[in-house]
């Protein structure tokens, strides 16, 4: 069927402005023209495939579909506890997970990266989204991460301790399928020690050398997979760069000079703000929780306003899974990195084009162009003005088939 989005305004992913009075045609999946309004339209599809579909784009911004670059869908975001979900049985994990990917690309976001989860079941949600059986964002996803022996990522990864064995865990990984290699390289600055005995406290402290960093770095890209790690610290953040892994997931805590050496290596930062911006509004927290939150907090924020002042890639991702973060806040992690200093267009760019460059997916989608497949997003208004007109989309797209669509509510 083919379907034309009328005199739209159209935020493509790649110009630096919104194009007002656009017609936006797709068929069978893709994009088959974008013209100025009343202008020429490709001809008509194939006999048999009937009548085109006029959507009333007046008043609305098209934009290519969301993309969250740090997910975790099998996690629980009302569980702070992964040895609690870790007990859990498979079938049990991934009915909740195809729930959480449900959410997301109903929320409009249509790609994900998967960033780590128990007994590679992340990679089973991958297939079934792929094989059309679970509804959910097409997702590039890592599975079981690479950490330490005992590290903050043990319950959901394998421990490789050592460059040979780093490498060799890699290698591990590609044999069973995964698209991206997740290394956890640092402890992790919480709330809650998740995963960790009671009331130990964490501040991000390396777990992950720059020798072994560098050993599944090279291993990886020998295999052609990218390496995602998640850092905090400044040691881990610094390690990881100069490494060379391809982007660093969170730098809360990481100081200038790590933000540095993160712009020196041409890596991406995924700051996954959204978890400490939901932490300040956790119920139940104790007095001592609420103070490493706000000093948690003032270094994060800290940490992101170097990146962007140092002009490094910003890449929106949520950390869904983490406690209160749910699987369809893509939008408000788009908002916190215009907030901590980006432009409002280079904040949407941050979780749809620059984020398909990140993923590798970007001669597919990511941007609104002639050939790429048809992952859109339409909203009420213009989200230039206002990034939260991105939270209820009026209609969303996935390879030219419409999940959710609102355009008749109010016309």
């Not at 990266?113 to 989204?129: F, N, P, Q, W, Y």
Request: hydrophobic share 45%.
């Amino acid at each position: 069927m083919r379907i034309v989005f009328r005199a739209v305004e159209l935020i493509d992913g790649v110009a630096d402005r919104a194009r007002g009075g656009v017609d936006v045609v797709v068929d069978d999946g893709r994009i088959a023209a974008i013209e100025r309004t009343g202008g020429p339209l490709p001809a008509d599809p194939a006999p048999g495939a009937g009548p085109a579909r006029i959507v009333d784009g007046r008043g609305r911004t098209l934009l290519p579909g969301l993309i969250d670059a740090h997910a975790h869908y099998t996690f629980d975001p009302t569980e702070g506890s992964l040895g609690a979900i870790r007990a859990r049985s498979d079938a049990t994990i991934l009915f909740a997970a195809a729930r959480h990917a449900e959410l997301a690309l109903r929320a409009g976001v249509t790609s994900a990266r998967g960033a780590g989860s128990i007994r590679d079941l992340e990679l089973v949600l991958r297939d079934t989204i792929a094989a059309g059986t679970t509804a959910g964002p097409r997702l590039v996803a890592a599975g079981l991460a690479i950490g330490s022996t005992g590290g903050h990522g043990h319950q959901f990864g394998v421990e490789a301790d050592g460059p040979t064995a780093g490498a060799a865990a890699v290698r591990a990984r590609a044999a069973a399928g995964a698209d991206v290699i997740k290394i956890v390289s640092s402890a992790a600055a919480m709330l809650t020690t998740t995963g960790l005995a009671p009331g130990r406290d964490v501040f991000g402290e390396i777990e992950l050398d720059e020798d072994d960093i560098r050993a599944i770095v090279e291993t990886a890209h020998l295999l052609g997979l990218r390496v995602m790690s998640h850092a905090q610290g400044s040691d881990s953040v610094t390690a990881s760069a100069r490494a060379g892994v391809d982007s660093v997931e969170h730098a809360w805590l990481a100081d200038e000079a790590s933000i540095e050496a993160i712009a020196a290596a041409g890596a991406t930062l995924v700051p996954t703000l959204i978890v400490t911006d939901v932490n300040r509004t956790l119920p139940g927290l104790s007095r001592r929780e609420r103070e490493r939150q706000d000093l948690i907090e003032k270094l994060h924020r800290a940490s992101c306003e170097a990146a962007i002042r140092m002009g490094l890639p910003i890449v929106a991702g949520t950390d869904t899974g983490e406690v209160g973060v749910t699987a369809d806040l893509v939008w408000r992690e788009i908002a916190l990195i215009r907030d901590h200093g980006a432009t409002a267009m280079t904040s949407i760019r941050a979780g749809t084009s620059t984020a398909a460059r990140l993923l590798g997916i970007d001669d597919e989608v990511g941007t609104v162009a002639i050939g790429k497949q048809a992952d859109l997003i339409l909203v009420e208004g213009d989200p230039l003005d206002d990034l939260g007109r991105l939270e209820d989309p009026e209609l969303v797209m996935q390879v030219g088939r419409i999940i959710h669509d609102q355009t008749e509510r109010q016309r």
